[in-house]
């Protein structure tokens, strides 16, 4: 494709020099967002008497059928073309003539890639958000049908106290729901119109900026030139923002890991969301979870891309900029690509109640309660807290559980204790004690799962 600055230049292209600089094969994915942006500049040229009306209509008109055969295949986008922007208005230009040529009065792909960039992500960030609370529903209603599944808790991964599954599962509700806040947070600083920064210090034609948001559908105007064509906090926004949702994924994964184990067997994968191995006849490995959690690195590593190219750079368009995309692009698609096969994963797989609640009445999970119930008679909870742990050292010693040492051993440490001790510990008891507000007592679950259902 001939250079469209070839006047200024002596020499033929190089073509490998060319293939560097190109940045076709990655933002020719903006190919709508480019067009319609085009599309409205040249309503505004056309309106503000910049050009002619009849050749800001036949450019809208141009514009909309490259889009259509683009869309449709009839028109291939050049991958021998220097960027998106620069294929489109030779695309106008052969179709229109000079009529063509007349498009990119007032404008510069500096704030032409900002505006492009904008258009594009605040649309998948509504993708990502979509998939995001389709997750989040899966983990509201499997917490609900789980509310009373007793679970051990943990804490430096040893069991601690009783919560249920459905607990276990609305802990991660929380996370992802600030994840979509944080990507609404994002979407909201997303929402400034660049284009009439032109290359970088405006222009001296009677633009009418507001117009073109307006067409669009921005909330406002960016108000200063030399950062609208510079500006790429939104890609390092969001991409911190999914950055942390991959991290709140990738723990989740970890524990799906660990559940699946023998050790554990606190869940079985679906066989569609499982894999075996080419040599061991036995195994059912977790691959997509694991993939999850690698595929973390990768879009943290796309963060600290986006951080690092950023970081040296003066004011105001520098072509390093070219670099964000690949990095933004790549962050988005493993983030949809990984909520999506994330969340069937989830919903298909089978809970192992009686394992988990067999795993929980091992671990003296109910040694705090049992505290507890003395404190509540009237022992302070330092002697209850050393009486509870002579007892737990006592079962250890005799291969029991609390729950079946009998009063005689209770008593003999404390005579506080009761025969109505053994109510106080069982499992569940302490777990729908613990109705506390956001506490794991089935009642609860129930009301936190509503909370999260309602803010969606
Ligand atoms: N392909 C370029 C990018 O992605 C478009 C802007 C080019 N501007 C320039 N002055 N070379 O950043």
């Not at 997750?135 to 804490?155: F, I, N, P, R, W």
């Not at 050292?393 to 005799?398: H, L, P, R, S, T």
């Not at 009761?418 to 004690?433: F, H, K, M, P, S």
Request: aromatic fraction near 6%; include cysteine; glycine fraction near 6%.
């Amino acid at each position: 494709m001939a250079k469209m600055w070839a006047g200024r230049f002596s020499k033929e292209e190089n073509e490998q020099v060319n293939d560097f600089n190109s940045s076709i094969s990655f933002d020719s994915r903006m190919y709508q967002h480019d067009i319609m942006g085009s599309i409205a500049h040249a309503t505004m040229l056309g309106e503000q008497g910049i050009i002619e009306k009849s050749e800001a209509d036949a450019i809208c008109m141009g514009l909309s059928e490259i889009l259509d055969d683009l869309k449709n295949g009839r028109l291939a986008v050049d991958p021998s073309a220097e960027d998106i922007h620069m294929f489109v208005e030779a695309e106008l230009t052969a179709r229109l003539g000079d009529t063509g040529k007349r498009l990119h009065t007032a404008r510069s792909r500096n704030d032409q890639v900002a505006l492009d960039i904008r258009m594009y992500l605040r649309d998948e960030i509504e993708a990502v958000t979509a998939l995001l609370e389709e997750l989040l529903h899966v983990l509201c209603d499997l917490a609900k049908e789980h509310a009373g599944t007793v679970m051990s808790g943990y804490t430096h991964l040893q069991r601690a106290q009783p919560v249920s599954f459905g607990h276990h599962l609305m802990a991660y509700a929380q996370m992802l729901l600030r994840d979509r806040s944080r990507l609404f947070d994002c979407k909201k600083r997303m929402d400034d119109m660049p284009l009439g920064s032109c290359a970088l210090a405006g222009t001296t034609y009677p633009l009418n900026r507001e117009r073109v948001a307006e067409i669009l559908n921005f909330s406002h105007v960016t108000e200063n030139s030399l950062d609208g064509v510079s500006d790429r906090d939104f890609c390092m926004e969001l991409a911190a923002a999914l950055s942390i949702l991959m991290v709140h994924l990738s723990r989740f994964c970890e524990e799906i890991i660990l559940w699946c184990s023998w050790e554990f067997k606190f869940i079985e994968l679906d066989d569609a969301y499982a894999t075996g191995s080419s040599i061991m006849p036995q195994k059912k490995n977790p691959d997509i979870a694991e993939l999850v959690r690698g595929k973390t690195g990768r879009v943290v590593g796309d963060l600290v891309t986006l951080l690092t190219m950023m970081k040296g750079l003066p004011l105001a368009y520098n072509k390093d900029m070219q670099e964000d995309k690949e990095a933004i692009f790549d962050a988005v698609d493993t983030v949809k690509l990984c909520l999506s096969t994330f969340t069937p994963m989830l919903s298909s797989m089978t809970v192992l109640k009686d394992n988990m609640r067999q795993a929980a009445a091992k671990g003296f999970i109910n040694a705090t309660d049992c505290a507890d119930y003395l404190t509540k008679k009237g022992v302070p909870f330092r002697d209850a807290y050393k009486a509870t742990g002579q007892l737990v050292a006592q079962c250890i010693k005799e291969g029991c559980v609390l729950e079946t040492l009998p009063l005689a051993s209770y008593q003999a440490v404390c005579p506080v204790f009761e025969q109505d001790v053994y109510d106080a510990i069982r499992l569940e008891t302490c777990l729908n004690g613990r109705s506390v507000l956001g506490g794991p007592a089935a009642e609860s679950v129930r009301k936190q799962a509503d909370s999260v259902m309602k803010q969606l």
